[in-house]
Nanobody, 120 residues
């Protein structure tokens, strides 16, 4: 059994900052790529940022220069530091991880989602 548990999020004013965390636990052998997605009602889930096991990163154009993804491999945790937040960043944010379990089964795990609201 593998779980991804998210923390962080909430209400912040425009221009403010938030940090999201996502910790994977359970029968994990290794974790390859990790990522953050977001979704607003009636829209598809979109990729916000991704990070490889080696630390290479990729960002959606809309968040470049404002969001930073990082990971702590020892803790099986991925972070999303968000600064200069805009109302259009309001969404439910989901973490995602490409996991190899102890039984060598490969799976894609998702966090439960956390709401980020940017509003004055």
């Amino acid at each position: 059994q593998v779980q991804l548990v998210q923390s962080g999020g909430g209400l912040v004013q425009p221009g403010g900052s938030l940090r999201l965390s996502c910790a994977a636990s359970g029968s994990i052998r290794s974790i390859n790529g990790m990522a953050w997605y977001r979704q607003v009602p009636e829209n598809e889930r979109e990729l916000v940022a991704q990070i490889s096991s080696g630390g290479a990163t990729n960002y959606a154009d809309s968040v470049k220069g404002r969001f930073t993804i990082s990971r702590d491999n020892a803790k099986n945790t991925v972070y999303l530091q968000m600064v200069s937040l805009k109302p259009e960043d309001t969404a439910v944010y989901y973490c995602n991880a490409d996991i190899q379990r102890l039984d060598y089964y490969r799976m894609i795990g998702w966090g439960e989602g956390t709401l980020v609201t940017v509003s004055s």
